[in-house]
């Protein structure tokens, strides 16, 4: 997309997505993961006709909620730009085009909250991929067709591809739903009172006010991530033409941050935020057999995932910033904020399933109460540092940094005071010397291949390769993780014991 619309146009089309994020936060954030929880418990004690009926109370109230939510943002659109809420005008096009896609997401977030609730992520999965499958040919396509016609209206192409991807996705879940049932009429007969005699029915209103028990401190939290997208979007532009940007330097700057730099952090912890969605049904139902031994055992084992995880992405991300920006994007302009950026992915992966276990726990404010204590950190840091013009669009990337940080280690003192978990310092210290012999093999692998090739892509792909080896190689002589730890690692997990015990690192 940073191909076909450049930063400006990118830059457009995050001015519109935060509007999109914070509808849909709104409208559906905290009900997924409420309905996953009460969908594990229900599951755990045998209750199948309580399960179903969390399914369908939760999917009337994602109905309404979703289709007010379409109506208002479609209509709200030219108001925000009324009140230069959005600077840019020509992003109004792009929120009318986001809109309806909100409805559809609203259906998909209720489906995947009952299905996680059942432990099924294959479902989640697949409709994801076919969803963004969809949604990058649909935002491709209409931005080149509308690009003749302006900037705006590419953006607003791009922007229809969100839409596309929902749509296909429930088609998606719909099918799964249908095998769920199969399974469970197989699994449990005609028969689908619960087990024990003791499990009390719940009804309709006991079940949505479980709902929003869980999912208002969720919903909250979640809703946090948009409203600190706006504020960035109201601050970060106005600070940077402080800083001697003009409108159309400070639009671009902001695309590098919010359009590029943001989306390889995220792209860096893909395997953490499953790790996250997952944790939190296993953990719900830990909890409702009041097994403490295994919930503090999931945790640490998620943790130690994530770092194993996150500490060579930093690696890459940190060691070649520029090479990676002028390939995916064609932008080395991005480099520093990309560069910048790349300190929270670790913070990130740690922030993420630590709010997962939180919410499982049924602690589901606090992440919330720590998301806002951080937000109002980044916005004092954003004015600051943003306007600085030594800075720039690197101090708006390092009040992201401190941000998530801080969410991240006020996440772990709860972690700390509900379970007894604290970091193992062992365990990090052997998996941040891996990581530091892996910086070295990244730089001088790159600049060895490039001098001999001057070519960029090769010498970046060569880099990354070798430095993975390294790192692994390392991690593994220190003994820095453990088959079971391996194990719980999405595909890649029995993939790779397979070929350690070949080898002999471990024992077969």
């Known amino acids: 997309m940073s191909r076909v619309l450049g930063g400006e146009g990118i830059g457009l089309y995050q001015m519109a997505f935060p509007i999109y994020l914070l509808a849909l936060s709104v409208s559906t954030a ?20 309580g ?16 289709l007010f939510f379409s109506v208002l943002t479609y209509f709200g659109a030219q108001w925000l730009i009324d009140w230069h809420f959005i600077r840019d005008s020509r992003a109004y096009y792009s929120v009318v085009a986001l809109a309806p ?13 009952y299905l996680q609730g059942w432990q099924r992520m294959t479902p989640t999965a697949v409709s994801q991929i076919v969803e963004q499958i969809f949604r990058v040919v649909t935002m491709i396509l209409f931005a080149n067709l509308f690009l003749p016609w302006g900037l705006e209206y590419a953006a607003a192409g791009a922007s ?12 998606v879940l719909v099918y799964y739903h249908w095998k769920l049932e199969r399974d469970i009429i197989r699994d449990y007969g005609q028969h689908l009172e619960p087990v024990n005699v003791d499990v009390k029915r719940i009804s309709s209103f006991t079940i949505i006010k479980r709902i929003f028990a869980l999912a208002l401190p969720v919903s909250a939290a979640s809703v946090m991530l948009p409203i600190v997208s706006n504020l960035d979007l109201l601050i970060v532009p106005a600070r940077l033409e402080i800083a001697g940007y003009n409108v159309n330097e400070a639009t671009e700057l902001f695309g590098y941050l919010t359009g590029m730099a943001v989306p390889l952090v995220n792209l860096a912890t893909i395997l953490t935020a499953s790790l996250a969605v997952s944790i939190v ?8 057999l009041k097994d403490t031994v295994r919930s503090f055992n999931q945790t640490a084992a998620a943790l130690r995932i994530s770092n194993f995880i996150c500490f060579p992405a930093f690696i890459i991300v940190l060691m070649l910033d520029v090479p990676i920006s002028s390939i995916i994007y064609n932008a080395p302009g991005a480099g ?7 300190f929270s992915i670790v913070l990130l992966g740690i922030h993420q399933v630590t709010t997962g276990v939180l919410q499982g726990l049924g602690h589901t404010s606090i992440p919330m109460i720590n998301m806002v204590l951080a937000a109002v950190v980044k916005v004092i840091l954003n004015w600051v540092l943003t ?6 669009i690197m101090g708006a990337a390092w009040a992201t940094v401190a941000d998530i940080g801080l969410a991240a280690i006020l996440n772990l003192y709860f972690l700390y005071k509900y379970i007894g978990y604290k970091m193992e310092l062992k365990q990090v210290l052997k998996t941040i010397a891996s990581a530091g012999v892996m910086a070295g093999a990244v730089y001088f692998s790159y600049h060895y291949i490039l001098v001999y090739t001057a070519a960029n892509a090769l010498a970046t792909f060569s880099a990354v390769f070798i430095g993975c080896i390294v790192y692994l190689v390392v991690l593994f002589l220190m003994g820095g993780i453990n088959e079971t730890d391996m194990e719980r690692i999405p595909v890649i997990g029995n993939c790779g014991i397979k070929l350690l015990r070949r080898i002999g690192v471990f024992k077969a």
């Open 51 to 66: 399960a179903r009926r969390i399914f369908r109370v939760s999917m009337g109230l994602m109905l309404f909620t979703g």
């Open 387 to 392: 306007a600085q013009p030594s800075l720039g």
């Open 30 to 49: 905290g009900v997924p993961v409420a309905i996953s929880i009460i969908t594990a418990e229900r599951v755990a004690l045998k209750d199948i006709l």
């Open 336 to 342: 520093p904020a990309v560069w910048v950026s790349s």
């Open 101 to 113: 896609a909100i409805f559809f997401v609203t259906l998909l977030a209720s489906s995947r909250g």
């Open 281 to 288: 049904p296993a953990i719900a139902e830990a909890k409702a």
């Open 160 to 171: 229809l591809g969100a839409c596309a991807g929902a749509i296909t996705g429930v088609i």
